[in-house]
């Protein structure tokens, strides 16, 4: 018990502060919290995967496999929401809601740091694949899955193609094979916006969840956290033994599927009236929820 006691302190317990405090300060100063989500989002957040993959000794055959892994544990997260909200027997909105609550996990706001945290910076260049992956997840199948049909298929791949990351995520993968460097000037550039994504991202995850509000959904939030918090988990470790994970790459892995469903899938859930109010409380709970299904893992897993 004092083991994960210790864990909870050093890993997740710094992240809950700072969200903590971006919560606060929407609350107490009315910030709005899109100024901030865009920057991260155009800036900060390609930034710093350029960063961990261009610097990483990350093979092509390691970032395949990492993309490989992340898109089957997810999708199978989402077929497993899918089967118990037909099973209880849910209406069609609220069974979406469900599916894309498994599917699209936090990533990047919890994931990123917790790996940093809990495992170092080699663990922080496989999550990276990882989180890389899960975001092109909200844009491709999460909105196909949001509009169920009904979004064009032109919107959604401009969409894919707007996704500032994914092209910081091609141009380092180009540059770590090819032994590329940045100028100085450029370097430091690049490098302080990076430094600056991990603490932004944390204090945006405060400041949306501060927009929540609850309904009575009582048995779709507990289908949807189980699947999210518990199931998921489980299928990643189960995955990690065919695609022959080790070491950080099973640890980040593991890890980046274990976090709570990501914010973003309140805007797909908003866009396209999706029970974004189930979405929101849905997103609030596997946050609350996290410390006890995360702190076990990371001992499991090995982290320090």
């Known amino acids: 018990m004092q083991n994960l006691l210790t864990l909870f302190s050093a890993n997740i317990f710094p992240i809950m502060i700072v969200a903590g405090l971006g919560f606060l300060l929407a609350k107490t100063q009315h910030l709005d919290p899109k100024p901030i989500s865009r920057i991260t989002f155009y800036l900060f957040s390609p930034a710093l995967v350029f960063i961990l993959v261009a610097n990483s000794k990350l093979d092509r055959d390691s970032i395949l496999l990492i993309i490989g892994f992340a898109l089957t544990v997810n999708i199978l997260a989402g077929l497993t929401g899918f089967i118990l909200a037909r099973l209880f027997k849910l209406d069609r909105k609220v069974t979406i809601a469900i599916v894309l609550t498994a599917l699209l996990t936090n990533a990047g706001n919890y994931g990123?740091?917790?790996?940093?945290?809990?495992?170092?910076?080699?663990?922080?260049?496989?999550?990276?694949?990882?989180?890389?992956?899960?975001?092109?997840?909200?844009?491709?199948?999460?909105?196909?899955?949001?509009?169920?049909?009904?979004?064009?298929?032109?919107?959604?791949?401009?969409?894919?193609?707007?996704?500032?990351?994914?092209?910081?995520?091609?141009?380092?993968?180009?540059?770590?094979?090819?032994?590329?460097?940045?100028?100085?000037?450029?370097?430091?550039?690049?490098?302080?916006?990076?430094?600056?994504?991990?603490?932004?991202?944390?204090?945006?995850l405060g400041m949306q969840l501060g927009e929540v509000n609850f309904?009575?959904?009582?048995?779709?939030?507990?289908?949807?956290?189980?699947?999210?918090?518990?199931?998921?988990?489980?299928?990643?470790?189960?995955?990690?033994?065919?695609?022959?994970?080790?070491?950080?790459?099973?640890?980040?892995?593991?890890?980046?599927?274990?976090?709570?469903?990501?914010?973003?899938?309140?805007?797909?859930?908003?866009?396209?009236?999706?029970?974004?109010?189930?979405?929101?409380?849905?997103?609030?709970?596997?946050?609350?929820?996290?410390?006890?299904?995360?702190?076990?893992?990371?001992?499991?897993?090995?982290g320090g």
Do not use: C, H
């Not at 919107?155 to 590329?180: G, M, R």
């Not at 430091?188 to 991990?198: E, F, H, K, Y």
């Not at 918090?229 to 990643?236: E, F, K, N, Q, T």
């Open 112 to 204: 990123l740091s917790l790996n940093q945290f809990a495992f170092g910076e080699e663990a922080l260049s496989y999550a990276s694949i990882y989180y890389v992956t899960s975001s092109l997840l909200v844009y491709t199948l999460g909105v196909a899955i949001a509009s169920m049909g009904e979004a064009n298929l032109k919107d959604s791949l401009l969409n894919l193609l707007k996704y500032p990351t994914l092209y910081a995520l091609v141009l380092a993968v180009i540059f770590q094979q090819t032994a590329w460097q940045l100028p100085v000037p450029l370097e430091r550039s690049v490098t302080l916006l990076g430094n600056a994504a991990i603490p932004a991202m944390l204090l945006l």
């Open 215 to 302: 309904g009575e959904y009582k048995r779709s939030i507990a289908i949807a956290t189980v699947t999210r918090m518990l199931i998921a988990p489980l299928i990643a470790i189960a995955l990690s033994v065919p695609f022959k994970l080790e070491g950080p790459a099973l640890q980040a892995s593991v890890t980046e599927a274990s976090t709570p469903t990501a914010v973003m899938t309140t805007i797909l859930a908003t866009e396209f009236d999706a029970s974004p109010a189930l979405v929101s409380a849905i997103i609030t709970v596997t946050t609350l929820v996290s410390p006890f299904t995360l702190t076990p893992l990371i001992a499991y897993l090995g």
